[in-house]
């Protein structure tokens, strides 16, 4: 069961292991929300089907924002045929436009460099922006992922 939020809005500190029910069900709670997390549905169902195991879903989706901007996340790259994942999760310029417009956000692999200090998305976005606080993220494993 995931957790309630800070008050800051955000997941309290760690990583928080989800079902896609329990994600859709926390956090599809407006019809923005739920366009949001169909393009995110579709890249996941494309990452389990070139071997994905996990994904970790952050940005303001997972926050309380009233009107989330879009969704972020990274994926584990181990075991992945990356010939099987759609081009686009695997174009990062130009701001990730490609990602955004045919997903509605962006995912990253966990591994990659995400900063100017080194740190791997993984935990970079453990990290909030704002106030250079600790805040969780949701996982997400993506064997049997289903509705």
Same mark, same amino acid.
């Given at each position: 069961?995931?957790?309630?939020?800070?008050?800051?809005?955000?997941l309290p500190p760690g990583i928080h292991w989800a079902e896609w029910p329990e994600i859709e069900e926390? $956090?599809?709670?407006?019809?923005?929300?739920?366009?949001?997390?169909?393009?995110?549905?579709?890249?996941?169902?494309?990452? *389990?089907?070139?071997?994905?195991?996990?994904?970790?879903?952050?940005?303001?989706?997972?926050? !309380?924002?009233?009107?989330?901007? %879009?969704?972020?996340?990274?994926?584990?790259?181990?075991?992945?045929?990356? %010939?099987?994942? %759609?081009?686009?999760?695997?174009?990062? !310029?130009?701001?990730?436009?490609?990602?955004?417009?045919?997903? $509605?956000?962006?995912?990253?692999? !966990?591994?990659? *460099?995400?900063?100017?200090?080194?740190?791997? $998305?993984?935990?970079?976005?453990?990290?909030?922006? !704002?106030?250079?606080?600790?805040?969780?993220?949701?996982?997400?494993?993506?064997?049997?992922?289903? *509705?």
């Amino acid at each position: 069961m995931l957790p309630r939020f800070d008050s800051s809005g955000n997941l309290p500190p760690g990583i928080h292991w989800a079902e896609w029910p329990e994600i859709e069900e926390r $956090f599809a709670t407006t019809p923005h929300r739920q366009r949001l997390l169909r393009g995110c549905w579709r890249a996941l169902q494309n990452l *389990r089907d070139a071997g994905c195991s996990v994904i970790y879903l952050d940005g303001s989706i997972v926050t !309380s924002r009233l009107r989330p901007q %879009d969704f972020d996340g990274c994926w584990e790259v181990g075991g992945v045929q990356l %010939d099987r994942v %759609d081009p686009v999760l695997r174009t990062f !310029s130009d701001g990730r436009a490609l990602q955004k417009a045919k997903y $509605f956000g962006e995912l990253f692999p !966990s591994g990659a *460099r995400a900063d100017e200090v080194g740190r791997p $998305f993984l935990a970079f976005f453990q990290i909030d922006k !704002s106030t250079g606080d600790a805040k969780g993220i949701v996982a997400l494993r993506l064997e049997g992922l289903t *509705r």
